[in-house]
C-alpha cells in the first residue's frame, strides 16, 4: 500500500504543487470544490488534495429545467478539469478509513489498489443523502430468486435487525420471515470489501454478487472489480473483521 501511495504522491499532477502542508478534501460539490480551490488561491503553496467519487459533478441549482424538459442534463454536469488546472490534486475515489490520530487517509482511486496519504488538514464535504431502508430499500430474495435488483414496494416491509427490509411481492417478505440470516446481506449490507479492509462502507445494489448462497454487496463498480479479483481471500479476512467492524 505504502508503495502504491508514493507512487501516486510522485504523479505528475502532485509535482505541479509546491511542498508544502497537505490539506486533503473529500467531496467536489459546491463546498468541497470551493473549498479546495479557495485554499489552493490563498496559499499557493499548499498542497491540496481532491477526493470525489464521481468524475462529473451533477448541479442540483436548475434542475427543475431538466426535469421540465427545458434543459438538457449535461448542461447540468461539470467536471473537475479547471480544478487539476488550477493546480489541485484531483482523484476520482472515496476514503476507506480515516485516521485522525496519524492523520491518514486511506482511500481508494479508481481500480487502482488503496492510496493511503497523510494529511495536515482534512476538510469532509459530502453533503447529505437520504436514508432509506436496509439495501437502499431492494428486495433481498430478489436477488437470489430473479438474481437482480429489484424495488421493493412500501406497503411489504418487516422489520428485522433494527432495520426495514422492503419487498416486491408478499411472497418474498415471507420467505425472508422464516429464514432472514439465509436472505439478509452478509456483513449487515455494508461492502464485503470494506469490511476485508476493517471498516464500514456503504454499497450500491448493483454491485451485488452471491457466493455460496450468501449476498454480499460492494461500494461501487470500481470496488467490484477488486472484490472479483479474490472473493475467497477477501471473504475469509471479512469475516475475521466482522465481529470488531460491526462495533464501529
Ligand atoms: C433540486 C435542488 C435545487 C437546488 N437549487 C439551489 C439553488 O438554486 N441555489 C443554491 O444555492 N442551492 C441550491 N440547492 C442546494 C445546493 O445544491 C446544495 O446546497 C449544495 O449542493 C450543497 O453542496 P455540498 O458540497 O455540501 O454537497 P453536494 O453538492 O451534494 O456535494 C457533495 C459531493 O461529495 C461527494 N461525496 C459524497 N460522499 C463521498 C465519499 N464518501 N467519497 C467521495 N466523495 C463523496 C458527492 O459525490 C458530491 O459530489 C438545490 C438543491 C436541490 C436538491
Redesign the pocket.
Known sequence: MAATAAAAIASPAVHAQTAGPRVIV???????AACARALRKADPRLTVTL????RT?TA??M??SVIAGLRGLTEQQFGYDALERSGIDFFVG??LKIDPQRREVAFIAGSADALTVRYDRLVL????DFRWGAIQGYDPVAFFKEGKPVAGKKELTFNWSGASWYFSTQENLDAFKSNPTYYAPQFGGWCAYGTAAGHKSPTQAETWSIVDNKLYFNYNMAVQKLWNKNQKGLIEQANKNWPAVKKE
Open positions: 473529500v467531496g467536489g460539490g459546491f463546498g468541497g477526493i470525489e467519487r464521481n459533478y442540483s441549482p434542475s427543475n472515496f476514503p464535504s459530502p453533503g447529505i
